[in-house]
């Protein structure tokens, strides 16, 4: 049974075509990914990044904190930027504001390998900029969008499902 949020969801997420699309492409992201770096991810258990680290964690995601105030977060080894993690990351989800989230997307794009998409959280807004500069590279950008409420969504359902029927 679809709960009144999943119906609001819907709406929201598929009110034009384009958006609509953009929604698919993020499910595909999320059911092929298994690293998430998070840029601003706090150190306070009552911050919004901290909430969507450890939901994120609970979901099965592999979570690499980036704050250069922290050594570890979430129990997990923090770095200072995107270009001193010594892995793949498949997804890096900024949290950050709008004035500064330009050196989290220059980062993204100069490592090796790239991700396969750069995640702006819900807040920062659409950011023209950030598009042209991701535009051709390879790697999906989602904007003003929560990577936690698109996971809930898109891909718990059906790993509830697939759980359930397994037995």
Same mark, same amino acid.
Request: hydrophobic share 45%; no cysteine; proline share 3%.
């Given at each position: 049974m679809r709960t009144t949020f999943n119906n609001w969801y819907d709406d929201k997420m598929r009110a034009t075509e384009a958006l609509s699309a953009e929604t698919d492409r /993020?499910?595909?992201?999320?059911e092929t990914t298994s690293?998430? /770096?998070?840029?601003?991810?706090s150190?306070?258990?009552?911050k919004d990044s901290q909430f969507v680290g450890r939901y994120l964690q609970n979901a099965g995601?592999?979570?690499?904190p980036v704050n250069p105030n922290a050594n570890?977060?979430?129990g997990e080894k923090?770095?200072?930027d995107l270009l001193s993690i010594p892995f793949p990351i498949d997804v890096v989800d900024v949290f950050l504001p709008p004035g500064v989230l330009s050196k989290a997307v220059d980062q993204a794009l100069e490592m090796d390998p790239r991700p396969k998409a750069i995640w702006l959280q819900l807040g920062t807004g659409q950011n023209p900029e950030e598009e042209e500069k991701?535009?051709?590279s390879g790697i999906e950008l989602y904007q003003n969008r929560c990577i936690k409420v698109d996971h809930q969504f898109l891909i718990r359902p059906k790993k509830q499902a697939n759980t359930i029927s397994e037995t």
């Open positions: /993020a499910e595909k992201t999320l690293t998430i /770096a998070i840029v601003g991810l150190r306070s258990f009552h995601y592999d979570i690499v570890r977060i979430l923090s770095y200072p991701v535009s051709g």
